[in-house]
C-alpha cells in the first residue's frame, strides 16, 4: 500500500486517519502511534516464533542496561510472555563502573523492573574481575570497548545461570546487526560474521537470543516515546573509542539516502549463512584450561584479560 499523506500536512496513519509518527522504508508505510506498538510487537512475536527463541517452560535472563533497546525488551516480553506457557522473565543489569553513567541508568533499570514486577539481579565488573571499568581503562582507553563487551558477557552469562535461566535475550536491533555484519566484513572476519545468528543454536553456551534483530533502532526509540516510557539517559563516555560509533554514523548516513542499506545488509549476511551452511568456518569449541568455559583456544577471552591486566 501506497503511504497516505496530505498535501501541505503531517502524513496520516496507513492504517487508520490517526498522525503518523514513523515511517517503515521497507514497507512504505507511515504508521501511527497506536499501529506502531501493534506492528512492532507483532514483529517480535514472528522474530521469536520464527527462530524458536522461546519455548514454553524457558526461564529467559533479559540483559537490562536500562538503556532504550533492553528497555524496549523487557516490556514487548513481558506483554508477549503469556503466550509461552511456564516461561518467566529474570531481568540482569551490569554494572561496568563507569562514572557519570551508570547511575541513571542503573536508576532507570531499577524502576522499569519494580513497574512491571520482574525479578531483577544486580552484578558488578568489581565482584567479577575486582576493579570497576574506569580503574581497568586507565592508559587503555582505546581497547575500552573491547574490555567492556568481553567482561559484560561474561558477567551476563554467570548471572544468567546462577539465575536458573534457559536462556540470554539481548537487545540487539535491526541497525546493530547491520553494523555487526559491516564491522565484521572490515575486520575479514567471516567466523564472526556467520555466529551473529541470533537463533541461540549453540550447545557449548547459553542460548543468546535476540528478539528486536528485525526492529530498526528508530521504530523502537518511538515505540517508547508514544508510551511514554523514553527517557534521555546519559552517553557511556567510551562511546568516543568504538569503531561501531563511526561504523553507526556511516550507516545512519547511507540508510538516509539510500533506504533499505541495512535490510539489505543482514539479508546479504543471511545468504552468506546459507552459503557457508555445513562449512566448518569456527574453530572446534575446547574448554578452557583455566575456568573450563568453553572458547575455541586454549585460553578463553577472559583469561587471556585477565592475565593482560595482571588480574
Ligand atoms: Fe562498554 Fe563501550 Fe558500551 Fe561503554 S560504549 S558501555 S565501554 S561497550
Ligand atoms: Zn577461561
Same mark, same amino acid.
Given at each position: 500500500?501506497?503511504?497516505?499523506?496530505?498535501?501541505?500536512?503531517?502524513?496520516? !496513519?496507513?492504517?487508520? @486517519?490517526?498522525?503518523?509518527?514513523?515511517?517503515?522504508?521497507?514497507?512504505?508505510?507511515?504508521?501511527?502511534?497506536?499501529?506502531?506498538? +501493534?506492528?512492532?510487537?507483532?514483529?517480535?512475536? @514472528?522474530?521469536?516464533?520464527?527462530?524458536?527463541?522461546?519455548?514454553?517452560?524457558?526461564?529467559?535472563?533479559?540483559?537490562?542496561?536500562?538503556?532504550?533497546?533492553? =528497555?524496549?525488551?523487557?516490556?514487548?516480553?513481558?506483554?508477549?510472555?503469556? /503466550?509461552?506457557? #511456564?516461561?518467566?522473565?529474570?531481568?540482569?543489569?551490569?554494572?561496568?563502573? %563507569?562514572?557519570?553513567?551508570?547511575?541513571? $541508568?542503573?536508576?532507570?533499570?531499577?524502576?522499569? $523492573?519494580?513497574?512491571?514486577?520482574?525479578?531483577?539481579?544486580?552484578?558488578?565488573?568489581?565482584?567479577?574481575?575486582?576493579?570497576?571499568?574506569?580503574?581497568?581503562?586507565?592508559?587503555?582507553?582505546?581497547?575500552? !570497548?573491547?574490555?567492556?563487551? %568481553?567482561?559484560?558477557?561474561?558477567?551476563? /552469562?554467570? @548471572? /544468567?545461570?546462577?539465575?536458573?535461566?534457559?536462556? %540470554? /535475550? =539481548?537487545?540487539?536491533?535491526?541497525?546493530?546487526?547491520?553494523?555487526?555484519?559491516?564491522?565484521?566484513?572490515?575486520?575479514?572476519?567471516?567466523?564472526?560474521?556467520?555466529?551473529?545468528?541470533?537463533?541461540?543454536?549453540?550447545?557449548?553456551?547459553?542460548?543468546?537470543?535476540?528478539?528486536?534483530?528485525?526492529?530498526?533502532?528508530?521504530?523502537?526509540?518511538?515505540?517508547?516515546?508514544?508510551?511514554?516510557?523514553?527517557?534521555?539517559?546519559?552517553?557511556?563516555?567510551?562511546?568516543?573509542?568504538?569503531? +561501531? @560509533?563511526?561504523?553507526?554514523?556511516?550507516?545512519?548516513?547511507?540508510?538516509? +539516502?539510500?533506504?533499505?542499506?541495512?535490510?539489505?545488509?543482514?539479508?546479504?549476511?543471511?545468504? %552468506?549463512?546459507?552459503?557457508?551452511?555445513? $562449512?566448518?568456518?569456527?574453530?572446534?569449541?575446547?574448554?578452557?584450561?583455566? !575456568?573450563?568455559?568453553? !572458547?575455541? #583456544?586454549?585460553?578463553?577471552?577472559?583469561?587471556?584479560?585477565?592475565?593482560?591486566?595482571?588480574?
Amino acid at each position: 500500500m501506497e503511504p497516505r499523506a496530505v498535501p501541505g500536512e503531517s502524513p496520516v !496513519c496507513t492504517c487508520c @486517519a490517526e498522525p503518523a509518527v514513523v515511517y517503515q522504508s521497507v514497507t512504505r508505510r507511515h504508521l501511527c502511534g497506536t499501529h506502531l506498538v +501493534r506492528d512492532v510487537e507483532e514483529r517480535v512475536r @514472528a522474530t521469536i516464533q520464527e527462530n524458536g527463541q522461546i519455548h514454553a517452560g524457558d526461564r529467559v535472563a533479559v540483559g537490562l542496561s536500562g538503556g532504550k533497546d533492553s =528497555t524496549a525488551l523487557l516490556v514487548i516480553l513481558s506483554r508477549l510472555l503469556p /503466550a509461552w506457557p #511456564g516461561a518467566s522473565l529474570v531481568a540482569i543489569t551490569v554494572d561496568e563502573g %563507569i562514572a557519570g553513567y551508570r547511575a541513571d $541508568t542503573m536508576q532507570a533499570a531499577e524502576s522499569l $523492573t519494580e513497574r512491571l514486577g520482574v525479578d531483577h539481579r544486580i552484578v558488578t565488573f568489581r565482584d567479577l574481575i575486582g576493579d570497576d571499568l574506569d580503574t581497568l581503562l586507565v592508559g587503555r582507553e582505546t581497547q575500552s !570497548c573491547t574490555i567492556c563487551g %568481553i567482561l559484560r558477557k561474561k558477567a551476563l /552469562a554467570d @548471572a /544468567a545461570r546462577a539465575a536458573g535461566a534457559t536462556s %540470554i /535475550a =539481548t537487545g540487539h536491533n535491526l541497525d546493530d546487526d547491520a553494523q555487526s555484519v559491516l564491522m565484521n566484513a572490515f575486520r575479514g572476519d567471516l567466523p564472526r560474521l556467520v555466529r551473529m545468528t541470533g537463533t541461540g543454536t549453540s550447545e557449548a553456551f547459553l542460548p543468546r537470543i535476540k528478539p528486536l534483530m528485525a526492529i530498526p533502532e528508530k521504530e523502537i526509540a518511538s515505540y517508547l516515546f508514544v508510551q511514554d516510557l523514553f527517557s534521555v539517559l546519559p552517553e557511556c563516555p567510551y562511546t568516543k573509542y568504538a569503531l +561501531r @560509533a563511526e561504523v553507526r554514523a556511516l550507516l545512519s548516513d547511507y540508510e538516509c +539516502r539510500h533506504p533499505g542499506t541495512m535490510q539489505h545488509l543482514i539479508e546479504s549476511k543471511k545468504m %552468506i549463512e546459507r552459503y557457508c551452511a555445513g $562449512t566448518p568456518v569456527m574453530e572446534p569449541l575446547h574448554r578452557c584450561r583455566e !575456568c573450563g568455559d568453553p !572458547c575455541s #583456544g586454549d585460553l578463553c577471552q577472559v583469561c587471556r584479560l585477565r592475565h593482560s591486566l595482571g588480574k
